[in-house]
């Protein structure tokens, strides 16, 4: 039996052999790269660093600490401003996507995953309020069970339940958005950054 | 003359001028200054943190709303009493058209607000008088406690400031006893222990404090108010204090201030309904009629890629 029948080769084949070493970390890239547009793409990844950064030291001490603890305060402000700007870049980045009709040229999964990414941080943004234990969490919590319940979501995912809503947050939310994101980067390089659009063509 | 690009496709691998580019490069320096970014604006503006409201500061700072509230749970006239799916069966929830997805989702998180938020902290005390009326309540009939906590709860509104309320013709029945034992449970701070420990001694399910919260007539609202995080004051994408909030919920908030949502007893669910159209609607906009030609009827791509269409122009 060749390898390529079995499921290692099978994977191996669905994955690893579809790129070159040069499209995964690539040194060049086509002329046409070069905007400012590029930088908030790549600006978003940085911010997502940041973001899982703090956030795993905020989890290292607990959702409490930062109430009562200086450093606390700070790494919590370092998440939110961290939060702050990965959602502003995210924007700009998908704004110019749209401009740049980028899902031209079989990308349409490239754009698909990137608005995936956009709706999985909303998600995970949205559990993060939820979870400052301060008076903001408890109205935030207490106004948007409404909308979930009446969705019949709210049976299952429920707002006003912090210990649910901090594992989500900490654990599937992260690993869900992370996945997506890794997605939608192993198809942007595997399908190569879109051209430029053709005078009055696709 | 621009040149045209009629050769490129951009399905197919580039095979046109390259430039010099380093991946790794790029991403440590993006971490890098992004970075700077974060720590310099963390350090500049913090972040807010008022404090959680609690039952103890509820009942503390606005008496008569939290006794007004316990008596309304007692009554089955609060929000949470007749609320419906996933709390209890005392509502129908939201519909849309002719579907109720509360309903088909089902009471998964059960709550009798009367029995919930009152008379279930109250066993925990020891009280001779408190026990008497938990026994006189628990006795009648549910028509009987009705009309004992609808009296006391309108005449505890009527009167507007009274934390308690004579009852020589015995019409509020053991109501009265009942909320004031409730109200030093709460100005105690034993409330606050007594509703987050009834499933579990190591509290992570804020459920029934915040719905008993939630219900307050003024106290909890007019907090929110003061914080501009009302849902007539875009409070969705709102923080409290001057700090920027989740502003990407723009849109969300939105739908609320307008009608046919502003003033529709079903507004979460055509919101949230509306919204989760949207959403499919950016997923799929490369496969929608018009939406996908309008980057090539406004040329915003001109600006993006200046530069390649001014050199490609100079090489024809």
Redesign the interface.
Known sequence: MSSKQSWTGKVRGATLEKFEPEDL???????????W?Y?FG??T???L??LIA?GLYLTLEGPAW??TSNVG??V???????V??F?V?M?VHLW?K????A??????AT??TG??A??AS?IT??TG?II?????????????K???????????F?T?????A?LLHVSLLPLALGAIVLWHVILVRRK?V????????? | MTRKLSTVDPSKKWSGPVREYDLIKELVIAVVVVGLLALSLAALFSSPDQKALTMQSWSKEAPADFVQTAAGELAGTTTSASYGPPYNHNGDNQNIGPVNLAKLAGVRIPIVPADSFVIEPLKLQTSDSTQAAIATWSAASETQRSDWANAYADALTKDGKALTLADPTGKFGPTPTLVTALYGMATSGALDGALTTSDSTLPTNFTKPLLFLADSGTYFPDKAGAEHLGGDQWGVMNETGSWPGQSWLWLYSFWYQIEPFKSSGNADILVMSLMGLLSLGLILLPLLPIIPRIPYWIPVHRLIWRNWYRKSAEKV
Request: glycine fraction near 10%; hydrophobic fraction near 50%; charged fraction near 10%.
């Open positions: 970390l690539p040194d060049h890239q086509p002329a046409y790269v070069a905007s547009i930088v790549v600006s990844l940085a911010a660093i940041m703090s930062w109430h305060h700070y919590n402000s370092v998440h939110l401003w961290s702050e700007l959602f870049f924007v110019g749209f401009w740049m009709a899902w031209r040229g079989r990308r349409l754009w698909v608005c995936l956009f709706f909303i943004g949205f309020y400052q234990t301060n008076f903001d969490s408890q109205w935030i919590a207490t106004q948007a409404d909308g979930f319940n009446a969705m019949g979501i709210g049976a299952f429920n006003l339940n912090t210990g649910q901090i190569g879109v051209p430029p659009i053709e005078e009055g063509g696709e």
